[in-house]
């Protein structure tokens, strides 16, 4: 099939990679012509693992280009793929979608079906719709779907490859039958339903994981206070197939580029429609309490961070990315710099990213022993394995003062007590 795909992120580069690796003919599109001449020559923009190699291995079926006229010239479906970013008020951003809508119909000459892929609000569909119907140029039939994907960073390839299922919101049974005959190799269970059920079932499934981590990360907190430990916890609820194992890592919080946006951007989309969505209002404002729980557990052994010597260990909202957006370091560290303290930081792969924001107030270290030497504090705001397999001896050997607050509950408690630490994590405090 003819695809071509208006936006190289995460979901349209990633999208368009794995269609090509299904064998259809792809073109990439994006406004951005350094990320275009980047992918020319076989460099992703982003961080993805293995989404370079089917780049390399699928480089005849995919072409990459600025020109929106030669992408949408004989497309039998045209993926919207663009950013919606959130707007001052907590709504999605939509501009960059309508924009696509435009242009594809004062492009396209012949039938097509248009895909919106981007976490769009629901009736955003219906609105691109009208969009290329007053725009069009000639009386042909283009239709538009609602095609949502549910990609996580870092495993991005593999998500879209073996999906847990397709979404398809569909009007009419010919839109159905291409998007059907655009999947049929990938043997992945698809669900079919109406445009505004599709684009509910993206923001319900994220909004609802955003809610299991706020509900086990409020859990943690009750844990340390009448003394139980969240691990345990999570595990006796996770054996319960209704509630399942995953998400129930208690920690500072979630971060990234679509629990923060959705969960704020279907808020907003209930009180404009006069109802107030309780739980996930409640998500939100536990989450952002989380983010600083860190600082908070801190104020027991220092009343301010003046003149500390601070070692942060991971900057990226989650391991296996470079992704800084919406990451608890973003807020902790300001914190950190405006109270005086010197913070010396490590990432394996987030920190010429968090460098671009903070280039002079940050000493970036090549390796953790390096950041660690002479501290009195060291954070761990993401759980990198190589901060997992870390042998714990050497915090107590390199820093001035052993004092570890762990945001990602890294280490076994005893073990981090045997290796003399001063050890405080999330939900696992003990009863003196
Ligand atoms: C998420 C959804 O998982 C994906 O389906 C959707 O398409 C986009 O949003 P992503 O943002 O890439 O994907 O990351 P995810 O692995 O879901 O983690 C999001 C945040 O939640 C991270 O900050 C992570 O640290 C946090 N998290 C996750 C927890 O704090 N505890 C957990 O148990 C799981």
Request: aromatic share 8%; net charge negative; glycine share 6%.
């Amino acid at each position: 099939m003819k695809i071509s795909v208006a936006g190289t992120g995460y979901v349209g580069l990633v999208t368009a990679v794995c269609l090509a690796e299904k064998g259809n003919d792809v073109t990439c599109l994006d406004i951005d012509e350094d990320k275009i001449s980047l992918l020319q020559k076989g460099i992703s923009p982003i961080f993805e693992p293995g989404l370079e190699e089917l780049m390399k291995k699928n480089k005849d079926n995919i072409t990459y280009t600025n020109d929106y006229l030669k992408a949408y010239n004989d497309a039998q479906v045209i993926i919207i793929g663009v950013g919606t970013p959130e707007k001052k008020d907590g709504s999605a951003n939509l501009k960059y979608v309508y924009e696509v809508a435009r242009q594809i119909a004062q492009t396209v000459e012949h039938d097509c079906v248009v895909i919106v892929k981007s976490t769009v609000p629901v009736g955003t569909n219906d609105k691109v719709e009208q969009i290329i119907r007053e725009n069009k140029k000639n009386n042909i039939f283009i239709e538009v779907v609602s095609n949502p994907e549910f990609l996580s960073q870092g495993t991005a390839v593999k998500d879209t490859l073996h999906a847990t299922r397709i979404v398809l919101g569909v009007e009419s049974k010919n839109a159905e039958s291409t998007l059907r005959e655009m999947y049929n190799n990938f043997n992945i269970p698809i669900v079919v339903t109406d445009r505004r059920s599709a684009e509910m079932i993206k923001y319900a499934a994220n909004d609802f994981l955003a809610l299991k981590i706020s509900y086990i990360n409020e859990m943690a907190n009750l844990c340390e206070i009448v003394g139980a430990n969240i691990d345990d916890v999570a595990k006796g609820m996770g054996m319960d197939p209704r509630i399942g194992d995953r998400f129930l890592n208690a920690g500072i919080g979630y971060g990234g580029s679509c629990f923060p946006k959705d969960t704020k951007a279907l808020h907003w989309l209930a009180s404009f429609n006069d109802y107030e969505l309780k739980t996930v209002k409640a998500a939100i404002e536990v989450n952002e309490n989380q983010k600083i729980k860190l600082i908070k557990k801190s104020r027991k052994y220092f009343d301010s961070f003046n003149g500390l010597n601070i070692a942060v260990l991971g900057l990226t909202f989650k391991p296996g990315t470079d992704d800084l957006r919406d990451a608890p370091s973003l807020v902790n560290i300001p914190l950190l710099i405006e109270d005086g303290a010197h913070v010396k930081a490590w990432d394996p792969v987030g920190a010429d990213n968090f460098r671009k924001l903070f280039p002079d107030e940050i000493h970036y270290c090549e390796s953790i022993e390096e950041t660690l030497v002479n501290a009195d504090i060291c954070f761990i705001f993401t759980e990198w394995t190589e901060i997992k397999n870390f042998p714990l001896n050497k915090f107590k050997k390199l820093m001035r003062n052993p004092l570890i607050l762990d945001g990602r509950n890294c280490y076994p408690l005893t073990e981090a007590e045997e290796a003399g630490l001063i050890y405080e994590s999330i939900g696992r405090k003990k009863v003196n």
